[in-house]
């Protein structure tokens, strides 16, 4: 099956709070880093967190700093997005990205080999 596979999403109002999960395995099982994409319609794939699995180090992008939270589960085999204070700017779909090649943590898309499926956030104003 998958070797990221995405869980969570929905529709929350502005301001509501949702958690994603991102599950990893298989040859994304010993990435080094994970990290959190979004989409809109329309719009370029952004950098929105990621963790450094070795000592969970955090890196967030500007707009949502301070709002999301990425962390490992206690077995170590997923990678949690608790997203705070939902804006309508926030709605896209959201995708989990890894590559066990990369060793270093990067805003880049393309620096990613294996993707989740995707799973839309819709926040209503």
């Known amino acids: 099956q998958a070797q990221l596979a995405t869980s969570g999403g929905g529709m929350v109002q502005a301001g509501g709070s949702l958690s994603l999960s991102c599950a990893v395995s298989?040859?994304?099982?010993?990435?080094?880093?994970i990290a959190w994409f979004r989409q809109a319609p329309g719009k370029e794939r952004e950098f929105a967190a990621a963790?450094?699995?070795?000592?969970?180090?955090?890196y967030y992008a500007d707009s949502v700093k301070g709002r999301f939270t990425i962390s490992r589960d206690n077995a170590n085999n997923s990678v949690l997005l608790q997203m705070n204070s939902l804006k309508p700017e926030d709605t896209a779909v959201y995708y989990c990205?890894?590559?066990?090649?990369?060793?270093?943590?990067?805003?880049?898309?393309?620096?990613?080999?294996?993707w989740g499926q995707g799973t839309q956030v819709t926040v209503s104003s």
């Open positions: 990205a890894a590559d066990p090649r990369l060793g270093v943590v990067s805003r880049f898309a393309r620096s990613y080999g294996y």
């Open positions: 298989g040859r994304t099982f010993s990435s080094y880093v």
């Open positions: 963790i450094r699995r070795s000592d969970s180090d955090t």
